[in-house]
């Protein structure tokens, strides 16, 4: 223990020398102005366009998950009674227990199971208990702090084009998700390793396409690994950080840098320490917190009933007719909406099927069944709630849609004489209706940033493994980098930090759809075996 925290302290003296040496600008603007450049220049690149307001990235993923929508006949609607079923374990039987030939299968140690069906060390967690999960790990702050930004920006409008979007990524979900049971990797004590880095080099191999399978999965592994550092990891500390500056009226200069300092030796105890007892405890208190935000949300909605159809007539007209200032067109808010949809439930990145791969089946497809659930409750269900607390907020018109006052692009929006952004403006709409709920909302934002700051730790560590090998050495190289970007997010402007997190997470997207269409028949494959076996069981 005394060896961690040395080690953490040695992490924090380049900052604390870096605190003293800034005298003329704050230590926040100076982060900022260093990060700006990096994060400007992968935006630009991730997102180029092929013409004006569409970049090429959002095209891919939308059109990828309508074609995965037809080619398998709407699995979104066909099989979610079927899905439901799995997760209420009606197919145990039908699935068996553990891996063929690795009966001792485990989970490499700090992984937080945000979204793995099976994680206890004997048999099986049941598919309720793994759904439960999943919905606590994903409802986070690309639901508080992604919504709110998508509204701001883009209008109440851009609720409509999330909600499609979602409907369309539980396909995409689907697809990859079943990729990364059918081609994990399991090692000789029993670990698994998966994810698209081994769906793309192994299923690419089998196909004749092995270089190509090579080179694919590498590029995924360091967008994955950019992935953790910017969208699960310094977009959350910035959130966390918006709240607790907020809650706590820290104005200072340098503020932002600190409660970064916090966050860090906080995430560091966990992800290098291993601390398994302050992670369990994490792990019960943010499904209580997931409940709550819901009720919360719940309670707003029905006690404001009369508001409910006039909010939802206005997210239908203004997605095709949108009023926002700057959105300008149809297509402008509903790449807005696209775009945090995607952030948010991250369907088509690839990443929830790293998580994945690690379940005991014999049927991959029962895992894809499974995931798909994921966007539906995620970002139709739960982003909606959301978004309809937001608009109803504003129909007593604190703020102007799309009236950025922000520099950077980060949706800011004056409310009174106040400049708000993020997740600043759900806790406004949650104050407006429940006392004491900034309190609230501050917890849970930073519950869930760190919970996410975890779990993608997770999701970067096995794609620096798959690059650099899976020595110590090298894991804990990453965990120092990973931190470091704690204290940058938590310091840089948001706009800057959620350009550069979106950047990584739609890079992913490149690589991950060269698998899934060069791997998608296999899928089909696997979705009649697993139903064959379903009807074998029942004669």
Not at 4 to 13: G, Q
Not at 77 to 93: E, L, P, S
Not at 236 to 255: C, F, I, P, R, Y
Not at 487 to 506: L, N, P, T
């Amino acid at each position: 223990m005394k060896r961690i925290l040395l080690l953490l302290l040695a992490l924090t003296i380049p900052f604390f020398t870096f605190a003293q040496e800034v005298t003329e600008k704050g230590l926040d603007q100076k982060i900022d102005e260093g990060f700006k450049p990096v994060s400007d220049f992968f935006s630009a690149v991730i997102f180029f366009e092929v013409f004006e307001g569409a970049p090429f990235v959002i095209i891919l993923l939308v059109l990828s998950a309508l074609f995965f929508t037809l080619y398998f006949g709407f699995p979104n609607i066909r099989y979610f009674g079927r899905a439901i079923n799995v997760v209420r374990g009606k197919y145990d039987d039908v699935e068996g227990h553990g891996i063929e030939g690795h009966p001792e299968v485990n989970i490499v140690e700090g992984d937080i199971k945000d979204t793995i069906r099976d994680e206890s060390k004997e048999g099986e967690v049941s598919h309720f208990q793994a759904l439960a999960t999943a919905v606590s790990g994903t409802v986070g702050n690309g639901n508080i702090a992604g919504v709110a930004l998508a509204i701001a920006l883009g209008g109440p409008g851009a609720t409509f084009w999330m909600i499609i979007c979602g409907l369309l990524g539980m396909s995409t979900k689907f697809v990859e998700c079943t990729l990364g049971v059918q081609y994990r990797d399991v090692g000789e004590d029993g670990t698994v390793y998966g994810g698209p880095m081994y769906y793309l080099s192994k299923g690419l191999k089998e196909r004749g396409f092995k270089v190509l399978g090579k080179i694919a999965a590498v590029i995924f592994a360091i967008f994955c690994i950019g992935g953790s550092f910017g969208g699960g990891n310094a977009a959350q500390s910035n959130q966390a950080t918006v709240v607790l500056k907020e809650l706590l009226d820290l104005q200072g200069a340098g503020a932002g840098f600190w409660i970064g300092i916090i966050l860090a030796i906080l995430v560091g105890i966990i992800i290098i320490g291993g601390i398994k007892r302050i992670a369990s405890v994490t792990e019960k208190v943010v499904p209580f917190m997931a409940a709550m935000y819901v009720i919360a949300c719940l309670y707003i909605i029905f006690g404001n009933f009369s508001l409910v159809d006039d909010a939802i007539g206005l997210i239908i007209s203004e997605a095709f007719n949108p009023t926002a200032v700057g959105v300008g067109s149809i297509i402008g808010v509903l790449l807005v909406g696209f775009k945090r949809a995607a952030f948010s439930n991250e369907a088509g990145a690839g990443s929830a099927s790293i998580a994945h791969s690690a379940v005991k089946t014999k049927y991959s497809a029962s895992e894809g069944l499974v995931a798909l659930l994921e966007p539906f409750i995620d970002t139709v269900l739960i982003c909606t709630m959301t978004a309809l607390v937001i608009i109803i907020f504003n129909f007593g018109g604190f703020f102007e849609y799309g009236a950025d006052v922000s520099a950077d692009g980060s949706g800011a929006v004056m409310i009174g004489d106040e400049i708000v952004q993020g997740a600043g403006i759900t806790s406004k709409a949650f104050a407006q209706y429940i006392p004491y709920s900034n309190v609230f909302l501050t917890i849970a934002v930073v519950l869930f940033a760190v919970s996410t700051m975890i779990s993608w730790s997770y999701y970067g560590l096995q794609s620096w493994k798959f690059l650099f090998g899976r020595g110590k050495a090298a894991d804990l190289v990453y965990k120092l980098l990973f931190l470091t970007f704690v204290v940058i997010g938590a310091a840089a402007s948001m706009g800057s930090i959620w350009s550069f997190s979106d950047a990584m997470i739609f890079a992913m997207v490149f690589p991950n759809m060269i698998g899934l269409f060069f791997l998608f028949p296999i899928v089909k494959k696997q979705l009649l075996r697993y139903f064959d076996a379903i009807k074998a069981s029942k004669s």
